[in-house]
């Protein structure tokens, strides 16, 4: 019913920049919220940054100033622009997109497959 595709990841030298992008597409009748979450070896999944239709942000604490998220909801796509990036940030990313379809009465969460970025020399 609702495919999420996500790019956008690569290897990028510590205080690099990258952007990652992220489109919805399917039986969508509207996205409430769409957002980025990481996952690093050994680590439990962390929130990065959400967006809401109205363009209400949140940001993880450690990438606040570093990280802005954006939402063209025309496309149904989100872009998480990532500066000064750090080792820490290696991780994968999972774009989620809470989404009301014309399939289903209530919003339901969906998922990338993933995508790596790692930041090293």
């Known amino acids: 019913q609702v495919q999420i595709v996500e790019s956008g990841g690569g290897l990028v030298q510590p205080g690099g920049s990258l952007t990652l992008s992220c489109t919805a597409s399917?039986?969508?009748?509207?996205?409430?919220?769409m957002g980025w979450y990481r996952q690093n070896q050994g680590k439990q999944s962390e929130l990065v940054a959400t967006?809401?239709?109205?363009?209400?942000?949140n940001y993880l604490d450690f990438v606040k100033g570093r990280f802005t998220i954006s939402f063209d909801t025309a496309n149904n796509t989100v872009y998480l622009q990532m500066n000064s990036l750090k080792p820490e940030d290696t991780a994968v990313y999972y774009c989620?997109?809470?989404?009301?379809?014309?399939?289903?009465?209530?919003?339901?969460?969906?998922w990338g497959e993933g995508t790596l970025v790692t930041v090293s020399t």
């Open positions: 989620n997109a809470f989404i009301l379809t014309t399939l289903t009465p209530r919003p339901n969460h969906y």
């Open positions: 399917g039986s969508i009748f509207t996205i409430l919220r």
């Open positions: 967006i809401t239709s109205g363009g209400t942000t």
